[in-house]
Every structure is written in structure tokens, then in C-alpha cells.
């Protein structure tokens, strides 16, 4: 299984970015999937999740502002974030809740930095 985050970047508050992960040795939309986030000094944290029939869940502090989704004929899965935060800043990494246990199942991830 290979989970490839991309799309971060620097954004001023406000702004917004769509993150992409692109999977391969999974069928998405037959998993339950997630995108987690880690803040310098803070531990990483679930963001959102979508379950394989489509339920979706957000952690309290972006709900509103982010929306999970997937494209299954790309077998790609997306976050799309508005109304960035400074507090928002952090490697963003995409994964199964399943794995997400294992230490060694964690991708690269991809940066969003929120400028004031």
C-alpha cells in the first residue's frame, strides 16, 4: 500500500489549498480513510476521516472550513481546507485508520504553512 500526499504549500490566513492523496494497493473507496496532521511539538492528530460508504467525520477545530472527499476512478482522495488558520500549520499525511497504528505505514506527508 503507497498513500502519497501533495498539494500543501504557504498560504496566508484565510486562504485556502486542496490537498490530493493518491493511493495505490488500496481501493479507497472499499476503506475507510483519513487525513491526520501533525503541528511542531504536538503530537499527530485525525483531521477527517470518510468511511467506504461516504460517512464522513471532522475533528471539532475544522469542521465547517474542511471537507474530505475521494474520486474513485482516480483512486484518489482530497482535503479541501478554506478559511485557513495560522493553528492550521503542520505536515498533513493521509492514511487508513487501520494502519494508522503502525509507525512504519506513514508517508512523507506535505506542509501547510499559515501565515498571519
Known amino acids: 500500500v503507497q498513500l502519497q500526499a501533495s498539494g500543501g504549500g504557504l498560504v496566508q490566513a484565510g486562504g485556502s489549498l486542496r490537498l490530493s492523496c493518491a493511493a495505490s494497493g488500496i481501493i479507497i473507496n472499499r476503506n475507510a480513510m483519513g487525513w491526520y496532521r501533525q503541528a511542531p511539538g504536538k503530537q499527530r492528530e485525525p483531521v477527517a476521516t470518510i468511511t467506504g460508504s461516504g460517512y464522513t467525520n471532522y475533528v471539532d477545530s475544522v469542521k465547517g472550513r474542511f471537507t474530505i472527499s475521494r474520486d474513485n476512478v482516480k483512486n484518489t482522495m482530497y482535503l479541501q481546507m478554506n478559511s485557513l488558520k495560522p493553528e492550521d500549520t503542520a505536515v498533513y499525511y493521509c492514511?487508513?485508520?487501520?494502519?494508522?497504528?503502525?509507525?512504519?505505514?506513514w508517508g512523507q506527508g506535505t506542509q501547510v504553512t499559515v501565515s498571519s
Open positions: 492514511n487508513t485508520p487501520a494502519r494508522a497504528t503502525f509507525s512504519d505505514s
